[in-house]
């Protein structure tokens, strides 16, 4: 299975403003492309805090595709949303989760956040890819990418200036 950690940052590597979760703060072209850019996966994993803001939509479709994995430490506070198959929630390490979805079928996984999601799958290897809207924005304070100590080395896949904006989408290849 193929996993792409997909994030927006502040040119100061925030994905959150301040202490506002979400990213609504993204621009128009970024919402966009990301939107786009969610269609070639079938499988979301993100951590609660993720969930929590925009769980209100994720409730909302009538058939929630894809299969969505919300990482938390207690699943049963979730049981309520719970569909299986297509939204579950899991205290599951990163590697079990990946098992799980590749049983349900599942083959690109994009990996939506936050810094708890992202350093969990990170630390054991299982992300392929990271694709980084850099926004023009500086807050100096917020959530970074990511919380706790990596090491790992990126390859330059491709660049692009997204339309009608000053944000940059960069998409790296994490080296084995």
Request: net charge neutral; aromatic share 8%; glycine share 6%.
């Amino acid at each position: 299975m193929r996993i792409v950690l997909i994030v927006a940052q502040s040119l100061d590597g925030f994905i959150t403003r301040h202490s506002e979760p979400g990213a609504e703060w993204t621009s128009p072209a970024d919402k966009k492309w990301f939107r786009e850019s969610l269609g070639q996966f079938d499988a979301q994993v993100m951590a609660s805090k993720t969930y929590a803001t925009v769980r209100e939509r994720i409730l909302q479709e009538n058939c929630p595709a894809p299969f969505r994995m919300i990482m938390t430490r207690q699943p049963d506070q979730f049981a309520d949303d719970q569909i299986p198959g297509k939204l579950e929630f899991s205290s599951a390490e990163p590697a079990s989760i990946r098992d799980r979805l590749i049983n349900a079928g599942c083959h690109a996984c994009a990996l939506l956040g936050g810094a708890t999601a992202h350093d969990a799958f990170l630390a054991t290897e299982l992300v392929d890819e990271m694709w980084v809207t850099i926004e023009p924005r500086i807050f100096g304070t917020g959530t970074p990418v990511v919380a706790k100590r990596q090491d790992r080395e990126l390859v330059l896949i491709d660049s692009q200036r997204l339309p009608k904006s000053d944000s940059v989408v960069l998409k790296y290849r994490i080296r084995s």
